[in-house]
């Protein structure tokens, strides 16, 4: 008796999916067109909700670049600094659901004075925001520019080759020793990525949150680590069909970078912000205290080199660096010049991701001959690294 033979479907199946699809919008703009016609008229005052995203001081002005956070349009009819009332030019209509707008305050502000800006609803509610010390914002120039790029090779790219002239040195380590300095890196980066989650956190909580706050850095770090993941097996998927056996140390080496490269970024951006509102303290404190911290960054670029066959080319080593330390320039540009938490949070949790995606990729690198990640070498290593970047980061008063 012959088997029975499958049918095709009469309707291909993209053609099915996107029926559905049609089909689900229509009743979504149906609800949303006539649903709330349908309710009750929600009883109370409008929940009005206004955050500042971003304030910025020029001789003579205080201008707050606002978004609006609540259910509710917001409409400002009154602004009080210090309770003293001031005038102010901003948008004559209602500030929409999510809708950004920008309210120019004349007020003769005095540089590092405290000022409490009061701004009165329509309907009467009154919503304050503090600042701190009035600094003037610097401007989005070449000076401004030429600064964060000086700041990020002091801070990025300087310590982290500075680090990697250790390589030599770890060349000529046994294998133990090696097995140390692979947990010593795999130390480095976890810390660093505890140490992006907690800032990325911090700055979370102050932002707006108008689209999302925790869930930026989460989402950064998923998207990160994901995304490091496809690479990492697109890569040895064409190794093993060119016949290499392995990951190759400059493999390993360059997703390491990328990680902390990733870092510096959210940390460059952490540092462009305390710039532009006056809370960070330049000087020779913070390029050495930075530098410090950012050497043992290139230490754990250069661990995995040093059990390779031949020395690298000095070009790709400093293109390891440059990797590793350019983008702290990038993120100090953004930082100082849009100053968005979000993207800050957002951009941290990327780094964090990434690194988290590195360290997963090295673990294997601890194992001792019995194939044990956690040994006494390897566990020695780990806390060696934390314990280091822990010590180096007290020095960094930014």
Not at 19 to 31: C, E, Q, T
Not at 159 to 178: E, I
Not at 343 to 372: K, P, W
Request: charged content about 10%.
């Amino acid at each position: 008796m012959p088997a029975p033979t499958a049918t095709r479907p009469v309707v291909p199946t993209w053609v099915l999916a996107a029926i559905l699809v049609a089909v689900m919008a229509v009743v979504l703009a149906g609800l949303a067109l006539v649903g709330g016609d349908a309710l009750p008229e929600r009883q109370g005052p409008p929940v009005e909700q206004l955050a500042v995203e971003r304030t910025v001081l020029e001789p003579g002005t205080i201008e707050l670049r606002l978004r609006n956070t609540g259910p509710d349009a917001v409409s400002v009819a009154q602004i009080f600094v210090n309770d003293a009332y001031a005038d102010f030019a901003g948008p004559g209509d209602e500030i929409g659901r999510l809708a950004s707008a920008s309210l120019k305050i004349d007020y003769p502000w005095q540089d590092g004075s405290p000022y409490l800006v009061s701004m009165l609803t329509s309907t009467g509610a009154v919503i304050e925001h503090q600042i701190a010390a009035a600094v003037e914002t610097p401007a989005p120039d070449a000076g401004l520019f030429g600064l964060m790029a000086l700041l990020g090779t002091y801070v990025g790219i300087i310590p982290v080759l500075l680090g990697m002239l250790l390589l030599p040195v770890l060349r000529r380590a046994s294998r133990p020793w090696m097995t140390g300095l692979m947990a010593f890196t795999v130390g480095l980066l976890a810390f660093l990525a505890v140490d992006g989650t907690i800032e990325g956190l911090d700055i979370a909580g102050a932002s707006s949150q108008a689209f999302g706050g925790v869930e930026l850095l989460f989402l950064g770090a998923g998207l990160a680590f994901l995304a490091l993941t496809a690479v990492d097996r697109m890569v040895s998927a064409r190794r093993a069909g060119a016949g290499a056996a392995g990951r190759s140390g400059y493999a390993a080496a360059l997703m390491v970078a990328i990680g902390i490269g990733l870092h510096n970024l959210g940390e460059g951006l952490a540092i462009g912000s305390a710039y532009a509102i006056g809370e960070l303290a330049l000087g020779a404190f913070l390029v050495v205290g930075f530098a410090a911290h950012n050497t043992t960054e290139g230490l754990a670029i250069a661990a995995p080199l040093s059990g390779g066959p031949g020395r690298p080319p000095l070009a790709r080593l400093l293109g390891l660096g440059v990797i590793a330390g350019a983008p702290a320039i990038l993120g100090g540009i953004l930082g100082a010049t849009v100053d968005n938490a979000e993207l800050t949070t957002f951009l941290l949790g990327v780094g964090v991701g990434a690194i988290v995606q590195v360290v997963v990729q090295l673990a294997s690198t601890m194992r001792d001959g019995s194939g044990r990640i956690l040994n006494p070498v390897s566990v020695g290593g780990l806390c060696a690294g934390m314990i280091a970047l822990y010590a180096t980061s007290l020095l960094v008063a930014a």
